[in-house]
């Protein structure tokens, strides 16, 4: 009997708790950005001041701290005002953070990180197919989770909105998926430190960058990274110029191939927006490389509109919903993680490279550019902050690209 009156309890607590208004109402956006803001600006000042901040990175610290604040109804799940961040902040991120996207300079200066890269995205491909299979018929919309996982766990959640968006799926299965998503990559990233640390690993895999860091002490360099620099009201124009005239320019293109008589499957590639979006910006980075590279503060613009994406993309995640009714997705991006983790070390392992690319990769693969630098800084690897940054763009370039892809073939095949 008492077990029974201590379910009903919980459950007329939880149907309660739910049905709370959130104390910042949907429709007062100037409330809701004030803490949009101060929340970045938090998780920015923690990452360049605390090392344990610096660990975590800032990109994580303003999800769960936005997550925290929606789940204990402080801020609303869902309002207006965050959709200026999915339809302008993001295809503007998105060119800003390719202002140095120059493949030449890319391949150039990764050197074996490239490689490497392109082992943890094949892991990715292998883990999309291989969840995608075993999940089949037991999670609705499996090929569109595995297009939208690729994307993510290639390039990073910018990713993961713009493949979201092509396959036009829904709320309800998509907040459920970033939260596991995010919780999952939260979690890989501190497997990546601890196995950067592990002797079993260090005796199988050269580390050179590890024991540089060993010897020097180095470990809080986020604000040596992001450190003030010289910049002008006409860089921050031209900027915000350049970007806002590509995501134009790649919505007008997207549109004109929807129109045309190709296949479906290149039209939902190469109509996509976002495709088209990276497609030119790494060409205007390439071919006018000389001149963009004059332009200073894209860098920081675009990592300042990305924090923000990611701590609004943390604001509808109901992370005790997601425990309660969809596990099955946490175990989706689960395997879909370890089997890019383990195909990642085993090839690199074979090819004889480093253990601190093979584990930047990885993490560039789930989360992106700033994540990887903030573990390469995190780390005290500075000579592999910016390869790390520049194999995260190649990530975004390729990402959606390949994301897209395999949501359509397993759409063929299941």
Known sequence: MSSLYAATSSSSWDTWFQGLRPLISPEDAWFLWAVILVG??????????????????GPVLALVAAMVLSNLKIMPTESDAYGLVDHYLVPLAIPLLLFRANIFRIVKTTGSMFAAFHLAALGTILGAFGAAFLFHGRIESVPEIAGIMTGSYTGGAVNFFAIKESF????DL?????VADNVIMAGMFAICLVISNLKFFRHHFPHPHSLDADQEGN????????????ISLLDITASFAIAIVIAALSNAAAGIV??????????AIFGNQYVMITFLSVAAATLCHRWMEKIHGGDEMGAFLLYIFFFVIGLPADLFAVIK?????FAFCVIMALINLVVTLGAGKLLRL?????LLCVNATLGGPPSAAAMAIAKGWPKLVLPALLIGIWGYAIGTFLGVTVGRILMGWL
């Open 354 to 358: 480093n253990l601190e690319e093979l």
């Open 168 to 171: 036009a799926v829904s709320e």
């Open 40 to 57: 970045v600006a938090t998780s920015i000042y923690l990452e360049q001041t605390y090392r344990w901040a610096a660990r975590i990175s």
């Open 174 to 178: 998509t907040n459920p998926l970033l």
């Open 325 to 329: 009714n969809v596990p099955l997705l």
């Open 258 to 267: 929807q129109k045309m008589h190709w296949s479906p499957f290149l039209v």
């Open 219 to 230: 470990q809080l360099l986020a604000a040596k990274h992001w450190k003030a620099k010289e």
